[in-house]
């Protein structure tokens, strides 16, 4: 367990080729599985003027392995490699909040 919450930012570019709904959908219920197995609620965003950058935010994780892990594994399980364009990646950071 970590001392201090911890909030997670993954952000991506989708495939051009992505229907949105569609890569919306995949990526809420990738979210709504991970709420399940972790108790954490993520939210999804798009960068202002540009569509095809996305992120997802975490908030409040008070354990970062067990979330991590259960982050690759639903992440894996929903493929969402798939909505990411070629030659790029999903990248994560985690901050935590100034005492």
Do not use: K, N
Not at 35 to 57: F, H, K, P, Y
Request: aromatic content about 8%; proline content about 2%; overall charge negative.
């Amino acid at each position: 367990m970590t001392s201090s919450p911890l909030s997670y930012y993954v952000y991506y570019r989708i495939r051009a080729d992505i229907d949105r709904d569609d890569g919306h959908a995949s990526v809420r219920a990738m979210q709504a599985a991970l709420a399940a197995r972790t108790g954490v609620s993520g939210r999804l965003m798009e960068r202002r003027g540009d569509a095809t950058t996305w992120m997802e935010i975490y908030e409040a994780v008070t354990d970062a392995t067990a979330f991590e892990i259960a982050l690759d594994i639903e992440t894996q399980a929903h493929h969402l490699s798939d909505l990411v364009e070629p030659g790029a990646a999903r990248h994560m950071e985690a901050f935590v909040e100034c005492a």
